[in-house]
């Protein structure tokens, strides 16, 4: 969006003339993976990454830096010179891997997803008392939604994140009146 000046009560654009073409896919095309790249900006060549992707297709590079990787448009990184081509030999995903594995074992703490229809069930450790599956260590509480036809309805909720769950849709869950 182009720069916009406040000229007395009016918004005024600012519009850019560019003369220069500039053919991201070609220029694309002279990154290599394992390059040393540094932003043109805010980057210096002692704080340059090394090239781990290259989109020439879309003009974008995923550079690697010490602190993180970051995807970068081709026409905002400068090639530090002289630097040699180093080995990437990494299997990363840009945006990185899962954070929990299917397989990883995790112990059960509170309510889980274990059935059609939003069913929910207990795990072992909740003797009795439903936990937040968000929040896993908050016990859920007792709270009125509404009332129909001189009834209240009533729901379980985590007083922390706000989960709400009907009572009904934790099987196996009997309300003692205690929770």
């Not at 720069?3 to 095309?29: C, D, F, G, H, V």
């Not at 995807?71 to 299997?91: M, Q, S, W």
Request: glycine fraction near 8%; charged fraction near 25%.
């Amino acid at each position: 969006m182009p720069t916009l000046y406040i000229r007395t009560r009016s918004i005024i654009p600012m519009k850019r003339k560019s003369t220069l073409y500039l053919n991201y896919q070609e220029l694309a095309r002279t990154f290599q993976v394992g390059m040393r790249v540094h932003p043109f900006l805010a980057g210096k060549e002692q704080h340059s990454g090394v090239v781990v992707a290259v989109f020439p297709a879309i003009g974008m590079v995923d550079v690697q830096f010490p602190h993180g990787s970051s995807r970068y448009p081709v026409e905002d990184l400068k090639i530090v010179e002289n630097a040699p081509i180093e080995r990437v030999t990494t299997d990363s995903v840009p945006g990185g891997l899962g954070v929990v594995p299917v397989s990883s074992g995790i112990s059960k703490k509170a309510i889980y997803w274990a059935g059609a229809d939003r069913q929910y069930r207990m795990s072992k450790k909740e003797n009795g008392v439903p936990n937040c599956p968000r929040c896993r260590d908050i016990q859920l509480k007792k709270t009125v939604y509404k009332r129909v036809g001189g009834k209240s309805e009533r729901l379980l909720c985590c007083p922390h994140c706000l989960f709400l769950i009907k009572p009904t849709d934790i099987l196996g869950f009997i309300d003692k009146g205690g929770v």
